[in-house]
């Protein structure tokens, strides 16, 4: 069967990434995983996902760089890109959207929504 989205996940957090791509794929997404900025760089080489999931809180590269460096790549400046963070401060939502996020999901993420709030953001 024909995956509905393929969606990359940026994530330092080994549990959280298993977590996501195991309701994601549940759904019927394909999910490619990347722990870090430079992995997902990587991936985009030779991948092009319908949609990105970013942790904005990583080590090296944060989540609000990766994210310009990515809208900054050929091909990708249409991809949307959904900022993944447990920073629910006032302010973080206009931060990420700032930084060129075309979404944001605050943690702890509601499993149950999550593959709507996906499907609606590929969607717009």
């Given at each position: 069967?024909?995956?509905?989205?393929?969606?990359?996940?940026?994530?330092?957090?080994?549990?959280?990434?298993?977590?996501?791509?195991?309701?994601?794929?549940?759904?019927?997404?394909?999910?490619?995983?990347?722990?870090?900025?430079?992995?997902?760089?990587?991936?985009?080489q030779h991948e092009k996902p319908q949609l990105i999931l970013i942790d904005v809180s990583m080590p090296e590269v944060?989540?609000?760089?990766?994210?310009?460096?990515?809208?900054?790549?050929?091909?990708?400046?249409?991809?949307?890109?959904?900022?993944?963070?447990?920073?629910?401060?006032?302010?973080?939502?206009?931060?990420?959207?700032?930084?060129?996020?075309?979404?944001?999901?605050?943690?702890?993420?509601?499993?149950?929504?999550?593959?709507?709030q996906i499907e609606s953001f590929l969607h717009r």
């Amino acid at each position: 069967m024909e995956p509905k989205a393929t969606v990359l996940y940026v994530e330092d957090n080994l549990e959280n990434r298993m977590l996501i791509r195991r309701v994601l794929e549940a759904e019927g997404f394909r999910v490619i995983l990347a722990s870090g900025a430079a992995e997902a760089l990587q991936v985009l080489q030779h991948e092009k996902p319908q949609l990105i999931l970013i942790d904005v809180s990583m080590p090296e590269v944060d989540g609000y760089t990766l994210t310009r460096q990515i809208k900054g790549l050929a091909g990708f400046e249409r991809v949307p890109i959904i900022a993944l963070t447990a920073n629910v401060m006032r302010g973080e939502k206009e931060r990420a959207l700032q930084a060129g996020c075309d979404g944001y999901i605050p943690k702890p993420v509601d499993i149950d929504m999550l593959p709507q709030q996906i499907e609606s953001f590929l969607h717009r």
